[in-house]
């Protein structure tokens, strides 16, 4: 296959061609990490999508009409960009190739996600600038991944580029294909105290449901402090949680979302999310994958009906002063 990798077939190496995102999900697979299991549509992929269809021209024709201090030229260029772009057809051979790759991946549902070329990188972090969709079937799957390469043109993504001067530099983006974990429990942890910075002190955050309720900042989630040389947990703060994302079941609900938001009432939501157990499981997980790297890392995490846990994402924690 010319544009597809999957993850045992990249590693931290892959960023210029399967981005950031990819090219840390196949590092953690070829380390042994639990990671689930997934495919990267490469860079070329949206290159070739560019060329072929001669959209290169009229983005960059778009993007230099572009100032950066007036508000509706960035929205006017973000619009017309992405209308072409959800307008023009993928290539024949691309898009059987994602399917392929789907088949292959034997799973009911994926998330897939914008793995930028610059992402994670020393001069600019991409995280939370692209887009990310959850729970996709095989028939959206193709039509998620132009998404995902037209969140590159999102005004938020365009207002990025200006502000790390990266408008002048090729940006490119690859897509993760990953099989989708329905998570019970999930969050974020940070290897290093991101405030204090203390090199001992994890901090590792819990909500219930998708991890996309804490990463977008929806929901207010537990937070938990672990000494990673003692492995123990020094402080507890249980966030009272009203709703939590989930699957979209059919039960009478919008039948197009692929996920819904689930009232929680106090009690259910006032519940502490993770248990001892499961905390140091998950920061013994991170302080591996922290070692794997040799930096602190900011990683996002699972924890599935069945108890399993499973690494969605690391990148570097690129706000420490003393990094």
């Not at 024709?61 to 260029?77: F, G």
């Not at 990463?215 to 938990?224: A, E, K, M, R």
């Not at 040389?229 to 966030?239: A, F, H, K, T, Y």
């Amino acid at each position: 296959m010319n544009h597809i990798k999957f993850f045992k077939q990249i590693n931290k190496t892959s960023v210029s061609e399967a981005g950031g995102k990819g090219a840390s999900l196949g590092e953690m697979t070829q380390a042994g990490i639990s990671v689930p299991p997934g495919f990267v549509v490469l860079a070329d992929a949206f290159d070739r999508f560019l060329e072929e269809t001669d959209l290169k021209q009229e983005i960059d024709a778009r993007l230099k009409q572009v100032n950066p201090d007036d508000i509706n030229s960035v929205d006017k260029a973000s619009s017309v960009i992405r209308d072409v772009i959800h307008d023009t057809e993928m290539p024949l051979d691309l898009a059987e190739e994602i399917l392929k790759s789907f088949n292959e991946l034997n799973a009911e549902f994926v998330a897939v996600r914008s793995s930028a070329t610059a992402e994670d990188g020393a001069i600019a972090s991409w995280a939370g600038e692209l887009d990310t969709f959850l729970n996709i079937t095989r028939d959206n799957v193709v039509e998620k991944v132009k998404e995902c390469w037209s969140s590159l043109f999102t005004p938020r993504a365009i207002f990025y580029r200006y502000e790390k001067n990266l408008n002048d530099q090729n940006v490119s983006v690859g897509v993760v294909v990953q099989k989708m974990i329905q998570s019970e429990v999930s969050g974020v942890a940070f290897t290093v105290h991101p405030v204090t910075e203390d090199r001992d002190q994890m901090i590792i955050e819990a909500g219930f449901g998708l991890g996309e309720a804490i990463v977008s900042g929806q929901i207010t989630p537990d937070n938990y402090v672990v000494s990673k040389l003692e492995m123990s947990i020094l402080d507890i703060n249980v966030g009272n949680q009203s709703k939590k994302l989930m699957q979209n079941v059919d039960d009478g609900r919008d039948r197009h979302a692929q996920n819904v938001w689930i009232d929680l009432d106090e009690s259910e939501g006032g519940k502490q999310k993770l248990t001892g157990k499961q905390t140091i499981q998950v920061a013994e997980m991170c302080k591996r994958i922290e070692a794997h790297y040799g930096f602190p890392c900011d990683i996002e995490w699972a924890i599935d009906d069945n108890d399993e846990l499973y690494i969605t994402q690391s990148r570097p924690i690129t706000t420490l002063k003393n990094n």
